[in-house]
């Protein structure tokens, strides 16, 4: 019976090389194969462009890119997750978006200094499950101020 009293908390999870992230559902605005990226001159190496999503335009990152991974091919199984950051659409390019899922609040621990290849700063924390490994990330500091105003310059 205790159990029903414990929140969940759902997610998304994708994939970038071999470790798995998640985004809360909340923040997803949808999951979109690849389509073309317009690219834009003048901007950070992680921001890929724009694409025109049902008439809205969208800045793209590759989150490869953004946390230091190595940058790869396109395959048939890389999305583009739609989130929501600061009140824009932001279009986040992942090797896979794997599943949805809920998190016991309970199972989520807070971030170690360092995971992997991600820096902590973007890590909300970490949540065991059987045996996977899920990092959670925190969207609002995925990107920087400075990078948020460039990317609402580029969505014109």
């Known amino acids: 019976m205790e159990n029903e009293t414990l929140m969940n908390r759902k997610v998304i999870v994708f994939q970038l090389e071999d470790e798995e992230f998640a985004v809360s559902v909340q923040q997803v605005g949808s999951i979109e194969k690849m389509i073309p990226i317009t ?45 929501f950051v600061d009140d824009m659409e932001v279009g986040l390019v992942v090797d896979a978006a794997n599943d949805v899922i809920d998190i016991p609040e309970n199972e989520i621990e807070p971030a170690p200094e360092v995971i992997g290849t991600v820096d902590a700063d973007y890590i909300e924390g970490v949540a065991k499950l059987d045996d996977r490994l899920l990092i959670l990330l925190n969207l609002q500091k995925v990107l920087t101020e400075d990078e948020i105003h460039e990317l609402k310059s580029v969505e014109g």
């Open 39 to 83: 690219r834009v001159p003048q901007t950070a190496d992680f921001v890929k462009g724009v694409i025109n999503l049902r008439g809205v335009v969208t800045p793209v990152i590759d989150l490869r890119l953004r946390f230091g991974m190595k940058e790869t091919a396109f395959s048939d199984s890389t999305r583009i997750i739609i989130v």
